[in-house]
């Protein structure tokens, strides 16, 4: 039996924003930054808040990072007008945990959630309930089978959206849900979390892009018999 999880007092919820928000990388995407958001008061704009988390993505290949090839001129734009930070660290490469220390800021020996297939205990607090509680539309829009809701991440979520039966699903059906809930609150305040898993091993790059960076054009793999993809057979989920 595993140790129960050892959780600090819970934060004010000021300090769990910023020790939360300064753990994330914030990107604004589909064009000029939002206006929509409800004030606090009158006249007193409200902070929306859009995390998008690319899983396994190398920030060596990165534009605006130092890659000498064009890869990511999205980025690169949002990087140009605000804040770009040149070293960032995880407490664990595994994607569950990784992302339960990201809305909780606590570590994955704190929460006990250190593999895939884990549980966020209920009694951590979530970056998405203490904006919630301020008055926060909350929606998550994820990619992968190992952010599932049943695995606790979804605490705090009005919305919390995943590849259903898959073990994965491209970005952009993830983009599309993501987009249809931006559109319907984007009146209120509100935060936002998109979670894309496209670079994750095993990556094949849609042909377009395998032309324009002269990958060699060998078939993309077929997965095995009762397996939906590659990756779900190659990486079960509690690995």
């Not at 995407?29 to 958001?37: E, V, Y």
């Not at 009158?42 to 090839?69: F, K, M, N, Q």
């Not at 593999?115 to 008055?135: F, H, M, W, Y």
């Not at 931006?182 to 998109?194: P, T, W």
């Amino acid at each position: 039996m595993e140790p129960e999880p050892v959780l600090p007092h819970r934060l004010p919820g000021r300090k769990a924003i910023t020790a939360v928000a300064s753990a994330c990388i914030m990107l604004l995407s589909g064009g000029g930054p939002l206006t929509a958001c409800a004030g606090e008061g009158a006249g007193e704009p409200a902070a929306c808040l859009i995390v998008v988390s690319i899983d396994t993505l190398r920030a060596d290949h990165v534009s605006c990072c130092g890659y000498s090839a064009a890869t990511t001129p999205c980025i690169d734009v949002l990087a140009g007008q605000g804040h770009l930070f040149s070293n960032g660290y995880t407490p664990m490469p595994t994607t569950l945990p990784a992302h339960a220390s990201l809305m909780t800021s606590l570590y994955p020996s704190q929460l006990n959630t250190r593999r895939n297939g884990d549980q966020v205990p209920s009694r951590a607090v979530t970056l998405a309930e203490i904006l919630k509680a301020r008055g926060y539309a909350t929606g998550a829009f994820v990619s992968a089978s190992v952010l599932d809701a049943r695995y606790g991440l979804c605490q705090g979520f009005d919305a919390y959206d995943g590849p259903g039966a898959k073990a994965e699903r491209p970005a952009e059906e993830t983009a599309f849900e993501a987009a249809a809930w931006l559109a319907e609150n984007a009146s209120r305040k509100f935060f936002l979390f998109v979670h894309l898993y496209d670079p994750h091993t095993f990556y094949y790059a849609p042909p377009a892009f395998r032309q324009r960076f002269q990958a060699p054009d060998t078939p993309e793999p077929s997965p095995p018999s009762g397996c939906s993809s590659v990756t779900e057979a190659c990486f079960p989920l509690r690995l």
